[in-house]
């Protein structure tokens, strides 16, 4: 497969300054039928990242704690732990006395580190999304081909090996990636990618193979409403809510698809949780609303395509 071009870019398309897909405007795409006639499918992912305790090469600190402090970052390391040690199995537990069907992006720390931690996950998850090496370790644009594409290969190799099941979709730690990362995903045989936010359905990347994309939103992750933007937690519930009121009513027209992307360090905080809780069991009540994974999403768009 090519990657790149001599100059390390690909050719772009109209609209567009790169080449992994054409401009698509919803309202012109054919409509996509969603079982028992719902209107929006909802997919929860929970993002279980780890971060190392010791200072990374090159430094990357995540966000957690009460900002970034010397190593080692007791408060932000604890926060960000709390997630794996507690706030998850808060969040399962609800998801599971919903009914509502969970994946999971772990990336190979968690595997190789939290096997209690998986070996739950692999009871109650429908799906593993491959998460990268760590949240320290993002993909950026420093990296040369043969070192992503290292990153990628090594990343699912222990994955899969640590794993139940097998991994089809990549949710890159910090949504990381280079000029060349749709490719070198597709070169790996994945099925879809979840860093890109730029729609309200999966689309093909038709510069990159079979590759899809799975919007999971950023404007409704915690991580940017309750983390950057300080949205207070009954605020985030009633913004997850008035966007399901809108994608229902426009879903009734040809399918919409809402990527909820939860944080256990941060929305498994027992001061949150009740506030997701709530919502979420409104939600779960409409029966306008179908709840799966993105991969299953992702297969449905592809069948009809």
Not at 18 to 24: I, L, R, T, V
Not at 83 to 99: A, K, N, P
Not at 251 to 271: D, I, K, N, T
């Amino acid at each position: 497969m090519n990657i790149t071009s001599p100059d390390g870019t690909r050719p772009a398309t109209p609209g567009y300054d790169h080449g992994w897909f054409g401009w698509s405007p919803l309202p012109s795409r054919l409509p996509v039928s969603l079982p028992d006639s719902a209107s929006l499918a909802v997919s929860v992912v929970l993002d279980l990242g780890a971060v190392e305790w010791e200072r990374p090469a090159p430094v990357v600190a995540p966000p957690g704690g009460r900002g970034i402090g010397p190593f080692p970052d007791i408060p932000r390391m604890t926060h960000r732990e709390f997630g794996h040690r507690v706030g998850v199995f808060r969040l399962l537990r609800m998801m599971q006395e919903l009914d509502i069907p969970v994946a999971a992006a772990v990336d190979v720390l968690t595997v190789e580190h939290y096997l209690p931690l998986v070996e739950h996950l692999s009871g109650t998850v429908g799906e593993f999304v491959a998460g990268g090496l760590s949240a320290s370790r993002p993909i950026t644009s420093a990296m040369s081909e043969d070192e992503e594409r290292h990153y990628i290969g090594e990343s699912l190799r222990r994955l899969r090996a640590g794993l139940p099941t097998d991994v089809t979709g990549w949710l890159g730690a910090a949504r990381g990636e280079s000029a060349r990362t749709p490719a070198l995903l597709a070169e790996a045989g994945l099925r879809y990618v979840a860093d890109w936010c730029n729609d309200d359905w999966p689309y093909p990347m038709t510069g990159a193979g079979e590759l899809w994309s799975f919007p999971l939103s950023w404007e409704l992750s915690d991580l940017a409403a309750v983390s950057d933007r300080l949205v207070l937690p009954w605020t985030f519930a009633d913004s997850i809510g008035d966007a399901v009121d809108v994608l229902v009513e426009e879903g009734a027209r040809g399918g919409r698809v809402l990527g909820l992307h939860l944080h256990p360090w941060l929305s498994g905080q027992a001061f949150r949780a009740s506030a997701i809780e709530e919502v979420l069991r409104r939600l779960r009540a409409d029966e306008r609303i179908c709840w799966t994974t993105p991969g299953q999403v992702v297969e449905w768009c592809a069948d009809a395509h």
